[in-house]
Structures are given as C-alpha cells and as structure tokens.
T-cell receptor
C-alpha cells in the first residue's frame, strides 16, 4: 500500500456512540495532521503530530481525542459528538523538509454524520 | 489576518478555454511553500502544483501553471485547455515552518470551478 489511507470512508453515529477514525501512511513521513472540513468552510486544522508527539491542538473540544501510536498511524477517537460535528475529516501527512517533497499528502477522508 | 485568501467562491469556464484561479497569501516566514490542491466531489485532496518561495521560475505541471508574483504575494493557478473533469473545488495552500520543526499548512476557502461543455 502507498499513500495515505483513511478508514472508514463513511460513518454514521449517534450522539452517545464511541467510534474511531483511522489513518495510515506508508510514505515515511514523520508529521501527521487531522483536518475538519465542514460545508462552505475552509479546512480547519485540528491536531498535528510530529515524531509521534502532539505539537498542535487548535482548541478542539475534548469529545475529539487523537492518538498517534507510531509514525505511520493516527487515530481520532470520537465520543458524545454533536450534530454540528458532521463533516469530512481529512488526514494528511508530510515530511519535515522544505522542498516540493514536503507537500501534504491527504487521505480520501471520512464523511461523518452525527444523528 | 488570513494566511490564504481566495476571493472567487465560484468560477465558470468554457471547455477548452483557460481559467485563472486567484490566491493571495500572507506570511513572515522567508522560506515558505505554496500549493494548489483539487478536491472532486469524492472528497480526496489531490496535489496539483508546488511553488517554493525561492523559486525564480513559475511552476508548471502539464496543463497547470502557477503565476507567482512574490512582491504582490499572489500565487494564481492557471489551468489551460479546461476539461470537463476539471470541475471541482480548488484550494490554495501555504506551508510554513514552525519553531517545533514541523510544517504547518494553511488553506484558503476554495474556489468551485465548473467547466461548461
């Protein structure tokens, strides 16, 4: 497998459920990102992990809990979500260089619907 | 201040014609990178083209070219010979280096391009 893979692609969950989104990259990158994309809004950066350490947390509610067990995997644990959390959740990875090779590679996203 | 500004929420272009999507940026990082991504309705973000802040020449990738005007802080995407498959959302993005030695990416609000047959 190559690139960034996200599972599941679609998720419908109730407000009392607990679920997890998974992201996996096989690009040898050491930074991984979670973005939220709501309708008609810019991409919102949620979390950044660099070398498996969380380096950015953009005032995200505690009902979203990230986990990065190693440099290839990133999870987003979800619990007691609200309907306004329905969105496309995108995972990305990047190298730490500064040339063209340090672009952000994205997964296909998880389209989350909270009912 | 917004880091990336895309002022065109939607654009129409006739098939086979060229179209320019606007992007301006704001940064104090001397070593930044600029990107354009395409997002079809499926949701995946597809990398199109990259321009480094020190690059002297405008970047080109097939039918895509980036009109980089550093003094004006603009990085417009030009798509030549538009095709129906080019209909999608287009995002301009900028990469900055942080003090924690990782790259941070900022995205504009996007431009929805519709190619008319």
């Amino acid at each position: 497998e190559t690139g960034v893979t996200q599972t599941p692609r679609h998720l419908v969950m109730g407000m009392t459920n607990k679920k997890s989104l998974k992201c996996e990259q096989h690009l040898g990158h050491n930074a991984m990102y979670w973005y939220k994309q709501s309708a008609k809004k810019p991409l919102e950066l949620m979390f950044v992990y660099s070398l498996e350490e969380r380096v950015e947390n953009n005032s995200v509610p505690s009902r979203f809990s990230p986990e990065c067990p190693n440099s290839s995997h990133l999870f987003l644990h979800l619990h007691t979500l609200q309907p306004e959390d329905s969105a496309l959740y995108l995972c990305a990875s990047s190298g730490t260089g500064q040339g063209s090779s340090a672009e952000a590679f994205f997964g296909q996203g998880t389209r989350l619907t909270v009912v | 201040a917004q880091k990336i500004t895309q002022t065109q929420p939607g654009m129409f272009v006739q098939e086979k014609e060229a179209v320019t999507l606007d992007c301006t940026y704001d940064t104090s990082d001397p070593s930044y990178g600029l990107f354009w991504y395409k997002q079809p309705s499926s949701g995946e973000m597809i990398f199109l083209i990259y321009q480094g802040s020190y690059d002297q020449q405008n970047a080109t990738e097939g039918r895509y070219s980036l009109n980089f005007q550093k003094a004006r802080k603009s990085a417009n995407l030009v798509i030549s010979a538009s095709q129906l498959g080019d209909s999608a959302m287009y995002f301009c993005a900028m990469r900055e280096r942080t003090s924690y030695n990782f790259n941070k990416f900022y995205f504009g609000s996007g431009t929805k391009l519709n190619v008319k047959p």
